[in-house]
């Protein structure tokens, strides 16, 4: 760590990952963390996206900083939305602006990201996993994944709805009775459950689906329908995420699905697994089986999609079905979502900062232990070492 002082330099970059519009840290948060004695700097423009000017923070007492190279520099904690990212616009990239010793806070997928977290250990980078956060109850407020996937599923079901050749409510009119649109969820995670009460709210007829027979309450109570799948032991994991049940019970589950997937005027589908890429399931042969006019959101992309179809960021028509596949739907929201965000950092960043304000990686925190990724020049999170020694 650099030196340790009194008060931590905390610095928020502006985000330069593709079609990005969060920001780490929000001036509201900001001020709590000048409060705290702590030295809050914030790339020029970093909040623009979000509709947070560099004035805002400035007024509660962060300082701009224009030079990227600059703001890394002199910094204790680098905190960020994305990983570690080449700047088009530079070509530099943000890993080589990260001195020895200093703490990067972000969402780093560290499986999917292997020789980034190898540069980040061979630069004597401490660096956390804020995806990693475990699921307990006390660290709920740091839990990114939830909050995030939160703002997803709600942009998902507007997005379906804005491009759905019909409307969603039931509307009695002096022209005739519109029926309202038949909806179905795949997956009720967090991001599957928001899209079931936006669905709700915009009066459309719901159905879900999930793996796990624990979730048929939550469905119900939001005023959808449970679709029964195969039962199967194994389909909820330690941690009351999805498990991964294998490809022949995926196709047990496509044959449940069919029926439904018939009937639907829009598919949200938010089925994943863990450090697994998302189960295929909705095939080719589904979608030439849905209606006319039918469209698809694929929530799972960024772990390969559910749908066979889906094309990441692409507006996929395939036997006049819309199959649309956005990679960062928070992305679309990015004052609640940064907002959201921003909250969930500062309350990890808590964790690691003592009473004093001092810097303190207690490894006998669950927190801190599991989302820790690189330290002292080595790899340390667990589910990667598995994997790399599994590779070898």
Excluded: W
Aim: glycine content about 8%; proline content about 6%; some cysteine.
């Amino acid at each position: 760590m650099k030196g340790v002082p009194d008060a931590m330099k905390i610095a928020i970059p502006r985000e330069v990952f593709a079609g990005e519009t969060r920001v780490a840290c929000v001036p509201q948060t900001a001020a709590r963390m000048v409060r705290a004695k702590h030295e809050v700097m914030v790339e020029a423009g970093a909040g623009q996206g979000a509709y947070f000017s560099d004035a805002q923070y400035q007024a509660v007492g962060a300082r701009i900083v224009a030079d990227p190279a600059e703001l890394f520099g002199q910094a204790d904690i680098v905190l960020k939305v994305n990983r570690p990212t080449a700047d088009a616009a530079s070509g530099r990239c943000e890993i080589d602006l990260l001195p020895k010793g200093t703490v990067l806070v972000a969402v780093l997928a560290p499986p999917a990201n292997v020789e980034m977290v190898q540069k980040l250990a061979e630069g004597g980078v401490s660096s956390f996993a804020l995806d990693a956060v475990p699921r307990i109850t006390r660290a709920q407020a740091m839990d990114v994944l939830s909050s995030q996937a939160t703002v997803a599923g709600y942009r998902s079901v507007l997005l379906a709805v804005a491009e759905l050749p019909r409307l969603a409510p039931l509307l009695m009119t002096a022209a005739g009775t519109v029926k309202p649109a038949n909806v179905l969820i795949i997956g009720a995670g967090v991001a599957g459950l928001q899209a079931i009460a936006t669905a709700r709210r915009l009066g459309a007829v719901v159905k879900a689906v999930d793996t796990r027979p624990a979730v048929k309450e939550q469905i119900e109570s939001l005023g959808a329908r449970f679709v029964h799948l195969p039962a199967h032991e194994g389909a909820e994991s330690a941690g009351g995420y999805a498990a991964d049940l294998g490809e022949a019970y995926y196709r047990q589950e496509q044959q449940t699905l069919a029926p439904h997937v018939r009937e639907a005027d829009v598919i949200i589908t938010t089925a994943l697994i863990p450090g697994r890429p998302a189960p295929i399931l909705i095939t080719r042969e589904m979608v030439e089986s849905m209606r006319p006019g039918a469209v698809i959101v694929d929530v799972s992309i960024p772990m390969g999609g559910n749908c066979t179809l889906s094309r990441p960021d692409e507006r996929v028509r395939h036997a006049q079905v819309s199959i649309l596949a956005p990679t960062n739907l928070p992305a679309q929201a990015p004052v609640s979502a940064s907002e959201m965000f921003s909250h969930n950092a500062h309350e990890f960043l808590k964790e690691m900062l003592t009473k004093e304000g001092r810097l303190q990686i207690n490894l006998d925190n669950e927190v801190l232990r599991k989302t820790l990724v690189t330290h002292e020049g080595q790899i340390v999170y667990e589910p990667l070492l598995k994997t790399m020694a599994n590779v070898r």
